[in-house]
């Protein structure tokens, strides 16, 4: 019994291993496809997710696996992969450099997105939006066009489906239209 009870150990230490596996290095290939070479986001409104925690990817891709979240098509992608795959797929999308999106700045939204940053995000996200860690992803260096259709998700009221963050949904569903274009595109300049 114990020594079944160290087996099941080990199988669980060895776990995290597979970020290097064939099969896994396989699977995230054709994550690239959609979200860039190494998933860094060539833009506009694709997500980057090279460098993002891993508890945030892996929580998000079982979400999405379980339908429990709204994608409008990553659930399709997530159907046919294991909860070890996803979670070795976490690790290894993790452990990739993040690489900031190329955003000329506009200072008047930059200032203005500033202080939105300031007012109602920092708390969560970090003083410069780039805190990556538990239940929050980086926004510093994400593209904006990205940013601001997750955020539509919080202010719509049309839109029904669980919010991924009842918390985040209280603090920005009052901004103006111009306060979350603003707040997206200072993020998204930011390195
Ligand atoms: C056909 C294009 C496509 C493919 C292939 C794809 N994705 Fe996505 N992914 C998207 C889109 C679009 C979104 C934005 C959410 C939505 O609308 O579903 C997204 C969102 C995500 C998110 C959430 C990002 C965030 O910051 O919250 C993660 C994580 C993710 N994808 C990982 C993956 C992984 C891992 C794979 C490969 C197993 C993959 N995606 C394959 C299109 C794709
Ligand atoms: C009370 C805490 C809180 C506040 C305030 C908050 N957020 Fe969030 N935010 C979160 C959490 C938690 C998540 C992760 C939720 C999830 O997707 O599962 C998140 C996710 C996001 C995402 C999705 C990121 C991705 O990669 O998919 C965007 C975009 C975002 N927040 C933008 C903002 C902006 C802009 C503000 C300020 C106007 C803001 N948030 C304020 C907690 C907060």
Not at 8 to 31: M, Q
Not at 65 to 85: A, H, L, Q
Not at 152 to 162: C, E, I, L, N
Request: net charge positive; charged share 25%; aromatic share 6%.
């Amino acid at each position: 019994m114990q020594k079944l009870v160290l087996a099941v150990v080990c199988a669980l230490a060895a776990g995290p291993s597979l970020a290097n596996d064939p099969n896994i290095v396989a699977i995230a290939d054709t994550c690239n496809s959609c979200h860039g070479i190494n998933g860094v986001s060539a833009g506009l409104t694709m997500p980057s997710i090279a460098g993002q925690n891993k508890d945030y990817l892996q929580r998000v891709l079982l979400e999405q696996k379980k339908g429990e979240r709204y994608t409008t098509i990553m659930d399709r992608f997530m159907k046919n992969i294991s909860d070890e795959e996803i979670a070795a797929l976490a690790q290894y999308f993790a452990a990739k450099e993040w690489v900031p999106a190329t955003v000329a700045v506009e200072m008047t939204q930059a200032n203005q997105g500033r202080q939105v940053l300031r007012k109602t995000c920092q708390n969560c996200h970090g003083e410069k939006g780039d805190k990556n860690s538990g239940d929050v992803p980086r926004l510093a260096g994400q593209w904006p066009g990205y940013i601001r259709l997750e955020t539509f998700k919080y202010v719509d009221r049309t839109f029904t489906a669980k919010k991924p963050s009842e918390r985040m949904a209280e603090k920005v569903h009052n901004l103006t239209e111009n306060e979350h274009s603003a707040v997206a595109h200072f993020l998204g300049t930011r390195k």
